[in-house]
């Protein structure tokens, strides 16, 4: 089993939609959960993170987390064709050695069509 | 304010040859940390170093590569005797701090590798 996993996708959602992305992790010991959008050609960047338990809402975007399931999604209210993207999930492991790095799934991809 | 700068943006190598990739933190960042992306996978973690210090190096291949961070001037990853299957896009990120609860990490734009 992978420690990070995502549908790969693409997920296709109509402009104005919600897209709804998901992400289940391995490691009971995760601690914080980030999303990044990664363009074609470009880098990750950073959209949102969270590590409590519930909803976290930024703009259009909505993160939420299950630890007791071990599921991390996102939610991306009225989709814009620009937020066509791979996004990645990223997760943190508490304590130990690998307190330095985060451990990604593989990315979904998303296209909203106008 | 700069963010995570990596140059060059494209390498192009040779079998053989070495590679050599540099990584600028952001300003206040110590902590810096890289990852490879090979086509249609996603983000692997290689290397975490602080200044001086190989923090974590358990994504390294244990042969032809190797990192430093000196005291002085960028990270560097090194690639020595690359192969084709080296080609990858190399990201380079930061932090502020120790990735505790709400530290984030901080994405270069990459240097993409490619062995012919």
């Known amino acids: 089993q992978k420690e990070v996993e995502q549908n790969s996708g693409p997920l296709s959602v109509p402009e104005g939609a919600i897209a709804s992305l998901n992400c289940t992790y391995s490691d009971q010991g995760s601690q914080s959960f980030f999303w990044y959008r990664q363009y074609s050609g470009k880098s990750p960047e950073l959209i949102m993170f969270?590590?409590?338990?519930g909803d976290k809402e930024d703009g259009r975007f909505t993160a939420q987390l299950n630890k007791a399931s071990q599921y991390v999604s996102l939610l991306i209210r009225d989709s814009q064709p620009s937020d066509s993207a791979t996004y990645l999930c990223a997760v943190k492991i508490a304590g130990g050695t690998s307190y330095g790095k985060l451990t990604f799934g593989q990315g979904t991809i998303l296209t909203v069509h106008p | 304010n700069a963010g995570v700068m990596q140059n060059p943006r494209h390498l192009v190598r040779r079998r053989g040859q070495e590679a050599r990739l540099r990584c600028s933190p952001m300003?206040?960042?110590?902590?810096v940390y890289w990852y490879r992306q090979l086509p249609e996978e996603g983000l692997k973690f290689m290397v975490y170093l602080q200044k001086e210090n190989i923090i974590d190096e358990s994504g390294m291949p244990k042969e032809r590569f190797s990192a430093e961070f000196p005291k002085e001037g960028p990270s560097i990853l090194r690639i020595q005797q690359v192969v084709r299957g080296d080609s990858a896009a190399y990201f380079c990120a930061s932090s502020r701090d120790v990735l505790a609860t709400n530290e984030k990490l901080f994405f270069g734009s990459g240097t993409q590798l490619s062995v012919l």
């Open positions: 969270i590590y409590s338990n």
């Open positions: 300003k206040g960042h110590s902590h």
